[in-house]
């Protein structure tokens, strides 16, 4: 059975809490990925996704450079251990609509599980994320 540490991305990018908005899309657009974990003293305390940044900065109008990722983050940040089943972090996932997943291990943020890693490794799940109409 396939755990969460067998598909994880373990790079994780990251970004202070205090980091701006306009500096985290810009990470975000150059790195690829659709989500940076935030961090407070080094510690993960939060996400931002590029939903976030979409419906919290543009749609309401905000000056993105003027909002810093503590104000648009998702927090308190749900976690996963690396020993969790793939059907566990998939099922946690889908059932909280969470697309990405930090995972934790001994204090530490060791690397992020995301739908695309799951579906690409075990695409069985991809009911519990888009289930029949």
């Known amino acids: 059975m396939l755990e969460v540490r067998d598909v994880m991305t373990p790079n994780v990018v990251t970004e202070d809490e205090d980091t701006p908005v306009t500096v985290i899309s810009r990470d975000m657009e150059l790195s690829g990925i659709g989500s940076v974990v935030i961090t407070k003293a080094g510690k993960p305390v939060g996400i931002v996704t590029d939903r976030d940044i979409a419906i919290k900065i543009f749609i309401t109008g905000r000056d993105p450079s003027a909002v810093r990722a503590k104000e ?13 089943s793939l059907q566990n972090a998939c099922e946690f996932m889908a059932d909280r609509g969470i697309g990405t997943l930090p995972v934790i291990e001994d204090d530490e943020l060791i690397g992020v599980i995301s739908v695309r890693n799951i579906l690409t ?13």
Do not use: N, Q, W
């Open 72 to 84: 648009i983050m998702s927090s308190p940040l749900l976690t996963i251990g690396p020993d969790a």
């Open 121 to 133: 490794r075990s695409p069985t799940c991809v009911h519990k994320f888009y289930p029949a109409e």
